[in-house]
């Protein structure tokens, strides 16, 4: 197959060029957007999806944002394309959570390009808010790659995602919640979707060490950077038996020496699950970005649907929705009513689990309660 | 004249090592004794050869010859 | 309906259902697209990829757990990262996906596009590699998802010469991992938002363009991330999620349009939904007209996003740089810190630079293996780190003072 001489593409036959860098931003602008850059006067929420942008100069763009599944054929983008192409100039956008936006100039298309994009992609309109008014719409669910592509997930990330989304759809297209609820989702505690500062995150979790097939190891291994690459110290080499020799009491189940080493796979079907943290926040609106808390230390896999953790989500989400203020996210809600009364109202249980014990953190002990000051 | 021929001591010293496994260049400059800037250089110098080529954990990288990344990656991909 | 065979997945078809949009629909149409595609006599390089993630990913669902192993190779000429090697461990069973290696692509700052821009990456993605995507990953690449060892080069060229080949309006450029200067990102900013505090597209776009070195031959001990959102609403969430955020911000008054205020008080309850949620009580509301203690006021950016038409950031605008944050691997999660408070806008790149620089060398020199940038100076101390970026300590980096008078005096004590 590979050794047959066959005609070169164009790709194979230019020469090699680095370090030119993105294409610049400029030439991807919307003419409007160009126009108007940086002279933005202000916004107005016209219905849950669409955004009413005004210009100093007058100028009028109606950003429509819909939902996507972050993972998609070319095929769809292509589809998207062609919509760009009919309803936005040709411009488009993506946002930081996975969602997709069009540049509208006439409003009387808005809901032509709300059916087409329904008809041809399956994309729902949303995901916005309307901070004047106090009336959140719930944001796409920023995740990873799960058992599409990662070699030490714990838990798949699109399967959740979609199983949550569709749970949790009505909040997306419209603006029912009392204040802004980022839901994030990494699929090991790696978390490359960051969801440590997010209202609500899941996250998956291996519980158990890596198994070590030494056989495997001989085969497939160097076995100094494995060691190397374990960051608790939990491995040393095992010279005569050329594999390695690992301390279960160090290993904090990161999967770093797989990634170095196949031949010590850390997934484990019926062990690995998902936790689930809640009361992160970014922005600095009324009160200052916090952590994510673990509030749940393990579901089970349960594929396809994951039901017991597109539960626990809806339950935080719906017990925070109705008993919050305006404008109160779940971690200022829960400072107001204390986490006492937030265990009870989710219904979730508080163990031994959820109290910090992971040394090398500095901070460790400054989540424990230093006064007799109770809520019974 | 004779830092030239240091240099290229030190450049097949380099290769000797990555040839065992690969390394992180802070480490194996540490084995070396030499500054780790130095180090960064010649590295890249065996890669715009072809003789070093890197190994990416995705979150971390490693660099390592060009025959023992297709070894390692041959042993990986399980032929 | 359709001549193509797909394999059977009954429990991914699970989430075919329901009305949120499908992922499992999208590898479904790659598989059969594409298949289609070359039928018609196009040409497609690795042909049933799709079909067989399809199989791979049944097989996981069924048994729970992932069927891929890591990879390290990068195999593109120049290049120290932006591919993610990924092999599988079916590979008799499904060949398709032996090899199932992903790129990340350069997005262009903000995540603005032509569909030129995007029909051509599509097309060179159906000749090269899987035909799946990410828009985005979540550091902010275009992510191209599975393609074999040997066609990792030519795609890297397809996408340099997407303009001439494919008549994209521009090339593009491959994206950082490993231990690299990774992708910066930015908020929208200035192109379409009134909160912009500083050009977070064109900070984003100089930092990637000066330091494509940084971002493609990776050096140091392990990643760094740069962020650049506008205003403290951070909507690229770069507190948490880069080591170096450039937050927008403003010194002077926040400027009011009294007319406008008027004109929400007919709508919203001022004193509910703007006074008393204040966090300083900087606000205060007599039916006529709004006031703002702007010495009390910390730029929260909450009455602002509540009446975008009324208020706005001063005219004294920059950024607040914080360092440090993180994900928790491997001593905790860490949200970016204070590290200079205020820098002026005209001035803003330039001095991000000279940091960062500074940072850099500091960092390459005495960072260990897998140590962040935040995880040196919690190491290191503050002190020094103040000294490496030649910053004076202020007030404004801490919640509160130390709580101990364990001082290392070291100047002292030589
Ligand atoms: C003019 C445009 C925008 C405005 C006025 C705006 C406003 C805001 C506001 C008010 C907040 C803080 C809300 C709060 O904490 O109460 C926020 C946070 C956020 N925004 Fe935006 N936003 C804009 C565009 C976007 C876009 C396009 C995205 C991407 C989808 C985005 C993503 C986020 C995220 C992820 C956060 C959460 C940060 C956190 O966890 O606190 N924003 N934005
Ligand atoms: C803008 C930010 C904040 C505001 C406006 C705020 C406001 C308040 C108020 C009004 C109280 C008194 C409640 C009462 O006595 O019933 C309080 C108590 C408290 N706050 Fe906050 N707070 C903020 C941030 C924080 C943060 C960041 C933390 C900790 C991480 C925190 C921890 C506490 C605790 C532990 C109490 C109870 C103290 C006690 O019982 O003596 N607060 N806060
Ligand atoms: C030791 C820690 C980490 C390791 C070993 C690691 C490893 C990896 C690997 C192997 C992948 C490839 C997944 C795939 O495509 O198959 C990946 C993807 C990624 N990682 Fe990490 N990672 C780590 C931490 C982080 C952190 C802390 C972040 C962000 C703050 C991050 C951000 C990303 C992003 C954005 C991707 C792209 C995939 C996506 O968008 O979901 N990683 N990482
Ligand atoms: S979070 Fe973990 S499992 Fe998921 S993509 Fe990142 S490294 Fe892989
Ligand atoms: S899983 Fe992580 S902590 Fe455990 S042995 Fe492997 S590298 Fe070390
Ligand atoms: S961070 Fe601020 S400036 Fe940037 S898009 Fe969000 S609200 Fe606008
Ligand atoms: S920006 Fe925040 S602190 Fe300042 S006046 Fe408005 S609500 Fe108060």
Redesign the pocket.
């Known amino acids: 197959m590979v050794a047959q001489e066959v005609e070169k593409e164009p790709e194979e036959t230019v020469e090699i060029k680095t370090d030119f860098g993105p294409p610049h931003y400029e030439i991807m602008l919307h003419p409007i957007i160009k126009k108007n850059y940086g002279k933005w006067k202000y916004h107005e929420v016209v219905r849950p999806g669409v955004i009413k942008r005004v210009a100093e100069s007058g100028d009028v763009l109606y950003v429509v944002r819909f939902g996507s599944p972050r993972l998609l054929s070319v095929y769809t983008v292509r589809d998207i394309c062609d919509i760009a192409d009919k309803y936005s100039d040709g411009y488009l956008r993506f946002t930081s959570r996975h969602n997709v936006e069009f540049f509208l100039t006439d409003p009387d298309k808005i809901e032509p390009l709300i059916q087409e994009v329904q008809e041809k992609l399956g994309f729902p309109c949303g995901g916005t808010w309307d901070a004047t008014k106090g009336e959140y719409g719930l944001s796409n669910i920023v995740h990873t790659q799960g058992w599409v592509h990662c070699h030490t997930p714990a838990t798949d990330a699109s399967g959740i995602v979609k199983s949550v989304m569709d749970e949790l759809y009505d909040y997306f297209t419209d603006h029912k919640l009392p204040a802004l609820c980022r839901i994030s989702l990494a699929c090991c505690a790696n978390m490359c979707g960051a969801v440590h500062a997010s209202d609500i995150s899941m996250v998956g979790v291996h519980r158990k060490i890596p198994k070590i097939d030494d056989d495997a190891v001989r085969r497939t291994c160097e076995i100094p950077s494995t060691v190397a690459a374990c960051p608790t110290g939990a491995l040393k080499p095992d010279m005569k038996r050329k594999t390695v020799i690992l301390d279960k009491d160090k290993c904090m189940y990161c999967g770093n020496c797989y990634t170095m080493c196949p031949g010590m796979p850390i997934f484990d079907p019926e062990n690995d699950g998902v936790a689930v943290l809640v009361a992160g926040k970014i ?1 600095d609106a009324r009160y200052p970005p916090q952590l994510s808390k673990v509030v749940v230390p393990w579901l089970p896999n349960n594929p396809p649907r994951w039901p017991e953790v597109v539960q626990t989500v809806k339950k935080i989400l719906e017990t925070w929705a109705t008993h919050a203020e305006k404008y109160e996210r779940i971690a200022e809600w829960i400072h107001r009513i204390g986490w006492e009364r937030f265990f009870e109202l989710t219904g979730l249980e508080f163990t031994e689990k959820l109290i910090d014990d992971y040394k090398r953190t500095p901070y460790i002990y400054a989540s424990y309660r230093t006064s007799a000051a109770f809520r019974w | 004249m004779t830092e030239e021929v240091n240099k290229e001591e030190l450049k097949q010293k380099v290769l000797e090592y990555l040839a065992k496994k690969p390394w992180q260049v802070r480490d194996l400059a540490k084995v070396l004794r030499v500054k780790k800037r130095e180090l960064d250089k010649i590295v890249q110098e065996l890669i715009n050869e072809g003789k070093a080529a890197y190994w990416s954990s995705g979150s971390t990288t490693y660099v390592t010859t060009k025959d023992k990344l297709e070894e390692m990656e041959k042993k990986r991909s399980g032929t | 309906m359709t001549d193509v065979e797909l394999p059977e997945t009954p429990l991914l078809d699970e989430l075919e259902k329901g009305p949120w949009p499908s992922f499992v629909k999208e590898i479904k149409r790659a598989a059969i697209e594409q298949e289609k595609a070359m039928k018609a006599g196009k040409k497609i390089k690795l042909p049933g990829a799709a079909k067989g993630l399809l199989k791979v990913l049944e097989l996981a669902y069924k048994e729970k757990r992932t069927h891929w192993k890591h990879g390290g190779i990068v195999a593109v000429v120049g290049y120290g990262g932006g591919v993610i090697g990924r092999y599988c461990d079916l590979e008799d069973k499904v060949p398709e996906v032996w090899h199932f290696h992903t790129m990340r692509i350069n997005m262009p700052s903000g995540w603005f596009y032509q569909t030129k821009a995007l029909r051509a990456i599509c097309d060179a993605w159906e000749k090269w590699g899987s035909g799946l995507t990410n828009f985005h990953g979540s550091t902010g690449d275009i992510i191209l998802l599975g393609t074999r060892t040997e066609y990792l080069q030519p795609m890297a060229n397809a996408l340099a010469y997407l303009d001439k080949l494919y008549g994209s309006p521009a090339p593009f450029d491959i994206g950082g991992s490993g231990s690299d200067l990774r992708t910066p990102s ?5 192109a ?6 500083y050009d ?1 597209l064109k900070a984003c776009y100089e930092f990637t363009m000066r330091y494509q070195n940084e971002l493609h031959r990776p050096m140091w001990p392990y990643k760094f991330k740069i962020k650049c ?8 969430a770069a507190k948490a999620r880069s080591d170096f955020a450039i ?2 911000t403003w010194k002077d008054e926040i400027q009011i349009d009294q007319e406008a205020v008027k004109e929400y008080a007919k709508v919203i309850d001022i004193e509910k939904q703007v006074v008393k949620k204040c966090p300083t009580g900087a606000i205060s509301w007599d039916g006529k007209e709004l006031k703002i203690d702007n010495r009390e006021c910390i730029r929260c ?1 909450h009455c602002i ?1 509540v009446m975008p038409k009324a208020l706005k950031p001063g005219k004294e605008r920059g950024a607040t740089i914080l360092i440090g944050g993180k994900a928790p691997f491997v001593d905790g999660a860490i949200i970016g810190w204070v590290a200079i408070p205020f820098i002026p806008e005209n001035e803003l790149i330039e001095k991000c630079c000279e940091v960062l620089e500074a940072i850099w060398e500091w960092w390459d020199e005495e960072g260990k293996f897998r140590e962040r940038v935040g995880e040196l100076i919690w190491r290191k101390g503050m002190d020094e780190f103040l000294k490496v970026i030649n910053q004076k300590a202020d007030v404004r980096m801490v919640y509160a003072p130390r709580n101990n008078p364990f001082i290392f005096w070291r100047e002292l004590n030589q």
């Open positions: 922005s | 930015a908020c929208m900013g200035p379409l938002c009134e909160f912009a505090c977070t959102s506008g205003c403290p609403n951070d909507c690229v937050i927008g950016m996003n």
